[in-house]
């Protein structure tokens, strides 16, 4: 596990199992205006345990690790972290990878060996609240995702939290059966709100009763 320094900057976190990878990427990184690289890390086990001291704003992650793969590592990271964008990284254009990156919360998939401007372009997106996709892959996802609803695109997290809106539970309820805090219920509820597009939070809680009613 390695922290590095604190900057003013959009603060990224690089979690791959590859020294080498994580080197790479740093390099590419390193001297970008608005960028750093806060800190880095080997297997989920450090990731976590760093994303608690350094709360980035965007990790990049490999699919691909020993131990828990990224897929998995994302999901945890929506559900404890839900306001840092989660980046993937990987050598497979596979769909189904790409659609379960995005299930488990994930805002966007680059390929390794994508040029370094693409790698930029996708954490810049990424990090303005939008979805990237490498080139490769976008016609796929758009194809994938319109035979999607906005609902079907929500991850199990977000699902559970709408279903307690629709209960009439409060934030602090919901944080309390799920064990998360007050913040991060509201982070989700923020995040349920661009993805369903829905502007408030009244609309948000009669959304989720008209669901569950169907």
Do not use: C, W
Request: glycine share 8%; no cysteine; charged share 25%.
């Amino acid at each position: 596990m390695n922290a590095l320094a604190p900057s003013s900057s959009a603060r990224i976190m690089l979690i791959d199992d590859h020294p080498l990878v994580r080197d790479g990427l740093r390099l590419r990184l390193e001297g970008v205006p608005g960028l750093v690289v806060a800190g880095e890390a080997g297997n989920a086990e450090e990731a976590l345990a760093l994303a608690e001291t350094l709360s980035p704003d965007l990790v990049l992650m490999d699919v691909g690790m020993n131990g828990m793969n990224g897929i998995a590592l994302a999901g945890i990271f929506h559900e404890r972290f839900p306001a840092v964008r989660v980046l993937m990284l990987s050598m497979h254009d596979n769909i189904e990878y790409v659609m379960q990156a995005v299930r488990a919360g994930a805002s966007g998939y680059v390929l390794k060996d994508s040029p370094a401007t693409e790698i930029l372009q996708a954490i810049s997106t990424v990090l303005a609240n939008r979805t990237f996709f490498s080139a490769g892959i976008a016609a796929r996802m758009i194809r994938a995702s319109a035979l999607q609803t906005p609902v079907e695109r929500l991850t199990p997290r977000e699902s559970e939290i709408l279903d307690a809106l629709a209960e009439g539970l409060s934030s602090k309820q919901i944080a309390e059966r799920y064990g998360l805090s007050v913040r991060t219920v509201e982070t989700h509820r923020h995040n349920l709100k661009r993805k369903l597009d829905i502007e408030g939070q009244a609309e948000l809680i009669k959304f989720a009763v008209e669901r569950r009613r169907r």
